[in-house]
């Protein structure tokens, strides 16, 4: 949504050629992004989300990664910190974002960037800097959307091996894998 309402309202966007900006009137049902102010109009305002787990975890002590591909990069951020941008305390937190491929619809590279999440995800594990870890391998979502069964088989797998991959290093650490696809 937020790509859309930037397409709409911003006249120097260039993620892709719009070929014309229609006059049209739309809402969000939310505003999307609180810094951006996007979408300029909506429907809702927003949850005041307070007490998050991200700020509870930084406040004590806790240091923590989050890591995804750039289309799931808010989930491990700005909603688990709140629909809040930005860190809680920069000397606690890392944030990794993994470039999602572009140009491309999700069934064309089904793996999409698992291997490299998991690869970032074992560096930070080994590293012994953080006491939490989070990801998002949107693999089985993001293709699983296509319709594209064959394809939604290629990315569960590829999901499987990052996490396998990622977090096979830490032996019987504590776990948590949830999924909704």
């Known amino acids: ?6 397409a709409l309202e911003f006249p120097d966007f260039d993620k892709f050629d719009r070929v014309r900006v229609p006059k049209i009137k739309y809402a969000g049902m939310l505003q999307y992004d609180g810094e951006l102010k996007l ?7 927003p ?3 307070e007490r998050t787990s991200g700020e509870y975890l930084v406040k004590n002590g806790v240091r923590t990664f989050a890591c995804s591909e750039t289309v799931k990069f808010g989930h491990v951020t700005f909603f688990w910190n709140g629909n809040r941008s930005g860190y809680f305390d920069e000397t606690r937190e890392e944030y990794v974002e993994i ?19 998991a690869e970032k995800t074992r560096d930070a594990i080994l590293s012994g800097k953080f006491d939490q870890v989070r990801i998002n391998l949107p693999n089985g979502d993001m293709v699983g ?3 594209d069964i064959e394809a939604t088989v290629v990315a569960c797998k590829a999901a499987d091996e990052a996490v396998k991959d990622g977090l096979g290093c830490c032996g019987a650490s504590w776990w948590y894998l949830s999924c909704h696809s």
């Open 99 to 117: 470039p999602s491929d572009s140009g491309i619809t999700f069934n064309e590279q089904p793996k999409m960037k698992a291997l490299e999440i």
């Open 1 to 6: 949504m937020v790509m859309l309402a930037k």
């Open 39 to 45: 979408p300029s109009k909506y429907l809702v305002s």
């Open 145 to 147: 959307h296509t319709g």
């Open 47 to 49: 949850p005041l989300i």
